[in-house]
Every structure is written in C-alpha cells, then in structure tokens.
C-alpha cells in the first residue's frame, strides 16, 4: 500500500503489518521558528479521556503505558514538524481513538503555510498526507484520528480547529485543565546571603519542574575558572497539587553554576572533571571524548534528552554504557557505546559508533552494527564523527545497503553537533541545577580542546587551492573534477555556520534552499559548482528567527572577497529623506564602510553609498526629491582568507568571521517597519462632533417647526 492523500473527512485503512505509527505536524518557515506543540488524546469508545492522563503534551510527554508518547520538534532546509509516536499493539483495549493534535502559544494556524499531517510506519514508509488549506484563526487542531475498525486501524482526516487553544481543545474532549498561575518564592539574587554553597546543592536531589535559562558561560579554556555567582537551585518553592492538568508552558527561573571562591592565588588551576593531560594514541582519545560524551549525558537530563530526542527516543531516564560485547555468528563485537531510554515500561535502545580525529566511518563497520543492532532487537543505529552532514538527516556513508535499514534507523551526529547542543542547553534551554551546569561546562571545555579529537569544520580540503588558482587564471571548467568536492565542502561549512549561530542565539538557523534542491544531494551540490565553475562565486542564504530579512552570503573567488547582505523594506509613508533617517537610527554600531543601497518605487536604477558618506549627507542616496524608496539592501565586503585551513590566512575563519560581524553590528540591531494602528479620535473632539450634530438637528427641527 502506497501514500494515500486524504480530503477533510476522508479516511483509510492502515495495512495489517503495520504495529507503530509516526506522525508528524509539519509546516513551511518562512520568517523562523514557529511554536506549534504536537499532542495526542487517547479516547475511549464515548469519544472522552479516561482520565487527564490520556493527554499526551508538552508538560506530559508520554502515556502512562508508554504506547503514545512525543518525538519532539525538528527544523530542516525545507520546514519544521513535531512528532508523536504511536505504537498500535501495545495501547490499552479501552483506548478506542487517538486524536492528533497541536496547537499555538502565539498567532494562528491561519498565519502558517504548508501545513501538512503525514502519517508513517516503523520503517518510514508513507501511509497518509493531509493538507490544511483552510485554517483562519485558529490556535488548536484536531488534524487526524486513528482508531479501531475492527481488528485492525484506520486513519480518518479531521482538521477541526478551536480559537482557545490547547486548553479549551483538552477541555472539550474532558481533560480537567488548571492553568492558574504558580506562586513561587523569588529566587535570591546572585551574591546575597540566601545562595547555597556547594556542599548544600550536593546533596540536593530534586530536579525542579520548570525550565532553567543559563547565563553566559564562562570560556571554555581559561586557566582559572570564575563562575558567576551561584543563584539556588531550591529558592523555588514546590508547587501547590493543582486538580487538572496544566496546559501553559512552565516558567524560566535562571541558574548558575557554582563559584570557586577560596583560590590561594589567581594562578590556580581548578581541577577538570574530564581531563586533557595523558592523551596519546587516537584509540585512547576516542575512548576518553566517549565516555565523557555518555557520562555527561547521564548526568545532566536535559542534555542528555536533547540529544536522544533527535533519534526519536521518548523523554525518559538515559542510561550509557561502554564498549558492551555483541555477538555476531562466530564474531565478538565491541560498539563504543549503548543507549538506552526508559519511559513508563517503554525501552527504546540504540548502538553508538565513534570516530574522532580524521577517523572516516567505513561501511563495512556500519553495516556489521546494523546486522548486530537488527538482530539484538535495537531501534537505531548512531554513528558520531567528525563528518558533517550536508543536510540534516543526510549520512556521510551514502551506499549503505538499504535493506538493512528497514527496522533499525541508521541516524549521524558530528562532534560540533554535540559541542553546539551542549552550549545551547547551557545559554539557552536550561540545565536544572548549578552542578550538572559545571559538569556541562566541563564537557565544552574538554570538546573545544585541540587533543580532545572532537573538531569544528576548519578545512576546504584538497581541492580547495587548484580550484581557486583556476578561477583566478580562468581556467576553470564545469567539467573539472575537482569542482563537486569543493561544492561539497562548501555546503558542509554552510551547516557548520548554521550550527555555530543557533547555540549562540539560541534559535534554529538554517539555511533556505529552494524546495526543489533541499533533499537531492547530487542536484544541490551540482547547482552550486555550477554557479562555482561559471561565475567564481560560493553563495548561501541563512534564515535567522525573528531577524529583520535573510542573511545572504557570497563568497566571490575572482576578487578574494566575502560578502554578507540583507534587504530590508523601507517604511511606505513618509519623504526619502525621513526614511533614510529611520534607518540610520538602527545603524549606530554599524561600521562606516557598510554599503547602504537603496531601490526605488518604479524605476530600474539604484543608488549607493558608504554608510559613512550617507551619515553626513543623507540625501546623497536620493538622485532627486521625487524619488520613493522601496528598499534598501545592506552590504559588508571583508578579504577572503585563501587557505584551505588555518586560522590566519584561511578561507573558513574568513567566512565565518564575516558572517558573524554583520550579523552582530547590523543584522542584530534591526528591526522591520510596520506601518501604526490606526487611531480612533481623542475623546474631546468625538464630544465636540457629536455636539455639532446634535446641535444640528435641532436647528433643523426647529426650522421644521416653524415652517
């Protein structure tokens, strides 16, 4: 059975095979990260919750039976979904319908485009896709049902919306819904007499029930280290027992990591928790980055989750294990490590092959793993390496026998891709108390170190140099064979920029790519040594949430430049001059040498200047008084480093440098126009019409009067 495409109130048969269902909410990002929550209602035959347990959400994970329980949410180059997992064979006998939901904490489904369900089997096949077209205002849905028929199950399209959100949805299918406010005690301000020392915190095992937000995080190689002052992880009073379920999204409370305060001098060194010192030969060092990887993972949960949560691994307890033997026929194997996660009597396991340095994942030793993993009933298969993906979900070993993967997933993860989740849970997600914070801190310090194997993408490869000196002597051809391998890299370090910029803002960067190029590898990289071959010029747009517009990247190897740009619509009211003069207000910090172009209403020509020269003449961007600008792009032009690695001289650290200078002294400070409200009259002048007109009709009465 292939995908069937449903219509509103359509509905189909899923295939007796099937035992587990995926189902994803997905939607199109244009201007960023959007907060759709996915959740799930198991119903009984009367349509109803049994009990307020049955709503599977953001602040209830998973069913008590662990048959229902949330993936997560995901943002790739073409969109973002959250995922719920479904398994067939193990919901209760009671449970006669599970209804799939989401819902908004901001806006409107009617605001969001591409909105599609699709449902999908254990081994990724397609069953069902439901397009939303319809939506308005919206801010919950019911997208589908899957329900009994029978002995088997069905899929049938919903896509009922509620303007009240997930509480008034949860409400109408019985879920007791309490969403009055907590009251918590304040937590006591850094340095004041309520902090606790570290001998308190240790021995304080309760991890709190709200999300933390972690302040700056100390640098990673400092030889002393200097924590901010430590705030109390148990300032928080517990929460008073609610009847009902509740459906808004727990509070932030920040939380530092402890403070060494008793140093004799400021040349002591504090002692490392994962230590550097000893490493030799490359198994040694990939043997200690693991364990310190799996060890980490166990002690901070919220690290831990985050991770496993990109496998599809429910939100439950972690657990990692080394080097556990496997069999295989006469053979005895060694993975590196053993996942396993545990929620409400539901296991989900998975092996782990590392590499670190310049190892390369072979794929033999993949395959062997998926016939160990497939045999001894494990859900996935995780290789972790140096090697970025081009595009998420991508694996660096492409000819991996497809048939071995119908029951075992086989997923990647690069080492920048640990170290970028580890600081965005610190600076942004939250770690719940200052210990497990400094043992975070701990692991970005061993991963950012050089002998720690774990690298950042840093280098072009090989055949970065002959490519450039062709394109400078005009040699270059669409047909050189080196020119895939460059396209290749270039894509590679595009990612690693996305990375890099998501733990630092703490928002999901990635890059916009027209649909049609976001998952054919081979089109993609053929495009852009294309335009490589042709015109010199590597190009990237990066989409930032919340940013004003898209980050336009082009890294030009005829003229040894990089140029990052954005564009940024004028305000459509007012003289050019009051517009030039609203942007200069949100370029303060911005360089003089940024290049201001301004386009105009109904005409070809552009004009452009130096933000310099535009600062003491604004009118020199008008080439008359007539002229109504429509736009204005945003330029900043630095040298391009021509070195395949390095970090003086080199092409990476050029880019990346450019990237993050615009967006920090440009990007950042913008905002986009809106144009006012409109405003009712003040209040005197209302009273004073309406008196006029009252005043009115009596003198026209009176004149009816006396005629």
């Not at 985050?306 to 691994?313: I, N, Q, S």
């Not at 026998?401 to 997600?429: C, G, M, N, P, Y």
């Not at 840093?458 to 490519?467: C, E, L, Q, S």
């Not at 201001?596 to 003449?617: D, I, K, M, Q, W």
Request: glycine letters at 8%.
């Amino acid at each position: 059975m292939g995908e069937t495409v449903l219509t509103k109130g359509a509905n189909c048969e899923l295939p007796s095979q099937v035992t587990s269902v995926r189902v994803s909410v997905a939607w199109d990002e244009p201007e960023g990260v959007v907060d759709v929550d996915a959740a799930a209602l198991l119903l009984d035959g009367s349509g109803r919750v049994r009990s307020d347990d049955d709503l599977v959400f953001f602040n209830q994970p998973a069913s008590q039976d662990g048959s229902v329980h949330l993936l997560g949410r995901t943002v790739s180059d073409d969109g973002a979904n959250a995922r719920i997992a479904i398994d067939l064979a193990s919901l209760d006998p009671d449970v006669q319908t599970v209804a799939v939901t989401a819902s908004l904490s901001e806006g409107t489904f009617g605001a969001l485009s591409g909105l599609v369900l699709q449902a999908r089997d254990q081994a990724g096949e397609s069953l069902a896709l439901f397009e939303i077209t319809d939506a308005t205002t919206e801010t919950a849905f019911v997208f589908c049902e899957i329900y009994r028929r029978g002995p088997g199950w069905k899929v049938r399209a919903v896509g009922q919306g509620w303007d009240t959100g997930l509480s008034g949805l949860a409400t109408d299918f019985g879920v007791s819904v309490d969403d009055q406010p907590v009251h918590r005690a304040p937590v006591p301000a850094p340095g004041s007499d309520d902090t606790l020392t570290i001998d308190e915190v240790v021995h304080e095992d309760a991890e709190p029930d709200v999300e933390i937000r972690e302040p700056a995080v100390v640098d990673a190689i400092a030889t002393v280290v200097e924590f901010p002052a430590m705030e109390s992880p148990v300032a928080s009073s517990t929460p008073e027992r609610r009847a009902g379920v509740r459906t808004t999204k727990r509070a932030a409370a920040p939380v530092a990591p402890p403070v060494l305060k008793l140093a004799g001098a400021p040349t002591w060194q504090a002692a490392r928790l994962f230590s550097i010192s000893g490493v030799g030969t490359a198994e040694e060092q990939e043997k200690r980055a693991t364990s310190a990887l799996l060890a980490t993972m166990m002690a901070v949960p919220a690290f831990g989750r985050a991770l496993t949560a990109r496998f599809g691994a429910p939100a439950g307890n972690v657990e990692t294990y080394l080097e556990v033997a496997h069999t295989l026929g006469e053979t005895t194997l060694y993975p590196d490590g053993v996942l396993r996660v545990s929620r409400a009597g539901r296991m989900w396991t998975a092996l782990l092959e590392v590499k670190t340095g310049s190892g390369e994942l072979r794929r033999d030793q993949v395959e062997r793993y998926l016939d160990v993993a497939r045999r001894q009933g494990y859900d996935s298969l995780i290789t972790l390496s140096n090697e970025i993906a081009a595009h998420a979900g991508e694996h660096p070993v492409a000819d991996v026998d497809k048939r071995k993967l119908r029951i075992v997933t086989l997923q990647h993860l690069s080492w920048a891709e640990v170290l970028h989740e580890a600081k965005f849970t610190l600076h942004h997600r939250g770690v719940g108390d200052p210990l497990q914070a400094w043992i975070l801190c701990e692991l970005v310090r061993y991963l950012e170190h050089s002998r720690s194997g774990a690298e950042t993408f840093d280098d072009m490869g090989a055949a970065w140099v002959p490519v450039r000196q062709a394109i400078q002597a005009g040699t270059l051809r669409a047909g050189d064979r080196k020119v895939p391998a460059v396209a290749d890299a270039w894509t590679r370090l595009v990612r690693h920029m996305c990375l890099r910029l998501s733990s630092e803002l703490g928002v999901t960067v990635t890059q916009s790519v027209p649909r049609k190029l976001a998952t054919e590898s081979a089109a993609r990289i053929q495009a852009i040594a294309t335009k490589l071959a042709g015109d010199g010029l590597l190009e990237a747009v990066l989409k930032v949430p919340l940013a004003a517009g898209l980050v336009a990247l082009t890294a030009d190897l005829r003229t040894s430049q990089v140029r990052v740009s954005v564009a940024l619509v004028a305000p459509q009211e007012g003289t050019g001059q009051r517009r030039i003069s609203w942007l200069l207000r949100q370029l303060r910090e911005a360089p003089d040498a940024l290049l201001v172009e301004a386009l105009f209403t109904g005409r070809a020509e552009t004009s452009c200047e130096r933000l310099g020269e535009v600062r003491s003449n604004p009118t020199a961007l008008l080439p008359d008084r007539g002229a109504e600008i429509a736009e204005f792009r945003l330029t900043l032009v630095s040298p391009m480093g021509t070195k395949r690695s390095g970090v003086r001289g080199g092409f990476v650290p050029s880019v990346v440098g450019g990237v993050e200078n615009f967006y920090s002294s440009v990007v950042q400070p913008l905002k986009a126009w809106q144009r006012a409200a409109p405003m009712l009259p003040e209040a005197s002048a209302v009273d004073a019409h309406a008196s006029d007109v009252n005043a009115k009709g009596i003198d026209e009465a009176l004149d009816h009067s006396a005629g």
